[in-house]
């Protein structure tokens, strides 16, 4: 059997090691320390806008206290893209809130305007106000966030930007991430960067990040003893994970034009193939990290289904996923309130996301292409 290619692995850069040694040298094997403020001030630096990072446990930690932040409890009604990671989701229930479900629109793949909209205007029918909106920027792709925030401007509701798969997406000029009253990066494994395991809060006053970093590291109030008056939290970012983080934003340019010149090698691959659309931004106002390479099937004019080329690669022990499926459609939010027609749905059955990583070789690539070819030849 030939080595597995899979759809998206770590990637180091190489002067990781050197600052976890340097924590090691130092005693700093904590969830504090050196390279955790390094951490966080890399990531300033590179949004470039002028945000306060709050470096967590997992980009799930940092959606976590953003609704906490925004003031989310038990009963309130956050309105969340379906289309998504069950994690963008996952943290309204952490609250004991309850999800609203919005579809996707088909330039972006990201929240609907339109039906974010109406979905509102129901909400406040029926006596409800949303006390948030989360918006993902899928696969790297950023949301129409003009739009979006215009609605949420008029009904005056912030957002919460999930920037998990978005780290160096760039929507008008300004980064990904830094659009909303909160934004949340992942350093998952299986993210464009990664410190094993890992996230961010971006926020956008020193108070905001002061009290992620209060909550993250268990509420202490400032007493000699341990007193406590909030619930706290243990999702503060250890400072090893965080010195691979500080080697990984070495090189973060590299990884982005590396993910990028995968989704050229797929648009490339299958310029000749009628009904396989390769995912790409449609204009020049949206630049995506393209964390993962995403095709639709027109299952009609290509003879094949998505199955039909999953199948195929996996027989080459080439991995790839269908696109998420929705959040109204899984089994435990079967009970969820869903506004939208059926673009998130379709986007689930007829896509597909293919191998993406940084690191993959020239020979993987042949591979990659020799397996396709041979499918639709
Ligand atoms: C990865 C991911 C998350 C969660 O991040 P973790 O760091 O794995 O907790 C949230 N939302 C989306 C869209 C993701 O892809």
């Not at 005693?27 to 470096?55: M, R, S, Y």
């Not at 003009?146 to 401007?153: G, H, T």
């Not at 509420?219 to 999702?235: E, K, L, T, V």
Request: hydrophobic content about 40%; proline content about 4%; aromatic content about 10%.
């Amino acid at each position: 059997m030939k080595d597995k290619i899979w759809l998206s692995s770590p990637h180091m850069g190489g002067n990781e090691l050197k600052y976890v040694h340097e924590a090691f040298d130092n005693n700093w094997v904590a969830p504090l320390g050196p390279n955790v403020n390094g951490f966080e001030q890399d990531l300033e630096k590179f949004l470039n806008t002028d945000v306060k990072i709050a470096a967590l446990s997992a980009g799930t930690a940092a959606l976590h206290l953003a609704l906490i932040e925004c003031g989310v409890g038990y009963g309130d009604e956050v309105i969340c893209q379906s289309m998504t990671f069950s994690a963008s989701a996952n943290p309204i229930a952490y609250q004991g809130a309850i999800p609203v479900f919005v579809d996707s629109e088909i330039d972006t793949w990201n929240m609907c305007p339109v039906a974010l909209g109406e979905a509102i205007r129901d909400r406040f029918a029926k006596g409800k106000k949303p006390k948030a909106i989360i918006v993902v920027h899928l696969y790297g792709m950023p949301a129409k966030m003009d739009e979006i925030l215009a609605v949420a401007k008029e009904f005056d509701i912030p957002v919460i930007e999930d920037a998990a798969e978005a780290l160096g997406s760039i929507y008008k000029g300004k980064a990904c991430g830094t659009f909303g009253r909160f934004g949340v990066l992942s350093f998952n494994g299986n993210k464009i960067i990664t410190t094993s395991g890992g996230g961010a809060l971006v926020c956008h006053t020193q108070e905001d990040k002061d009290k992620a970093v209060f909550l993250s590291t268990q509420a202490r109030d400032n007493a000699p003893h341990y007193q406590h008056s909030h619930i706290g939290y243990n999702y503060r970012m250890s400072n090893i994970c965080a010195g691979i983080g500080r080697g990984q934003m070495e090189v973060l340019k590299d990884r982005i034009q590396a993910r990028r010149e995968m989704t050229q090698f797929y648009i490339d691959l299958f310029a000749n193939i009628e009904g396989i659309n390769v995912f790409t931004e449609p204009s020049t106002d949206f630049y995506s990290n393209h964390w993962l390479a995403a095709i639709t099937i027109e299952a009609g004019k290509v003879g094949k289904t998505r199955e039909d080329l999953r199948l195929a690669l996996l027989e080459d022990n080439i991995e790839s996923r269908p696109l998420w499926k929705p959040m109204h459609l899984q089994p435990v939010f079967k009970n969820a309130v869903y506004y939208g027609e059926n673009v998130a749905e379709d986007l689930f059955n007829n896509g597909l996301c293919l191998p993406s990583g940084s690191n993959l070789t020239d020979v993987e690539k042949e591979r990659i292409k020799e397996s396709i070819v041979t499918l639709f030849n």
